[in-house]
C-alpha cells in the first residue's frame, strides 16, 4: 500500500493562506482519486475535495471558491491551495489515496490553526 505524508500545515491569520502538499511513497497514476479530509475536534472527518485521475476535481460547498485541490503525478503528490482561510478551517487535514483495488490509503495528517 502507497505511504502518504502530508506537511504544509501551521498557524496562520483570518484571510490568509496556506498550501499543503502530500507526497506519495509511489505512483499516483493508478489511484481513482486523491482526496483531503479534515477533522475538528469534537468533529467528524469530512471529506473537502477530490481530485479523479480524469483531472475532475469536487469541493465541499464549505470551501468552494476558496481552495484549490491540483496533482503532479510526475512528483507522485497532490496539492490543497488553501485562500481566504476562516477560523472555522481550523482542523487536522488528512490527505487520502484511492486505488482501484485494495483499501484507501491515508496520510498522519496535518494540523491547521486559523487565529488572530
Known amino acids: 500500500q502507497v505511504q502518504l505524508v502530508e506537511s504544509g500545515g501551521g498557524l496562520v491569520q483570518p484571510g490568509g493562506s496556506l498550501r499543503l502538499s502530500c507526497v506519495a511513497s509511489g505512483s499516483i497514476v493508478d489511484m481513482i482519486a486523491m482526496s483531503w479530509y479534515r477533522q475538528a475536534p469534537g468533529e467528524q472527518r469530512e471529506l473537502v475535495a477530490h481530485i479523479l485521475n480524469s483531472g475532475s476535481t469536487y469541493y465541499a460547498d464549505s470551501v468552494k471558491g476558496r481552495f484549490t485541490i491540483s496533482r503532479d503525478n510526475a512528483k507522485n503528490s497532490v496539492y490543497l491551495q488553501m485562500n481566504s482561510l476562516k477560523p472555522e478551517d481550523t482542523a487536522v487535514y488528512y490527505c487520502?489515496?484511492?486505488?482501484?483495488?485494495?483499501?484507501?490509503?491515508w496520510g498522519q495528517g496535518t494540523q491547521v490553526t486559523v487565529s488572530s
Open positions: 487520502s489515496a484511492v486505488p482501484l483495488l485494495g483499501s484507501s490509503a
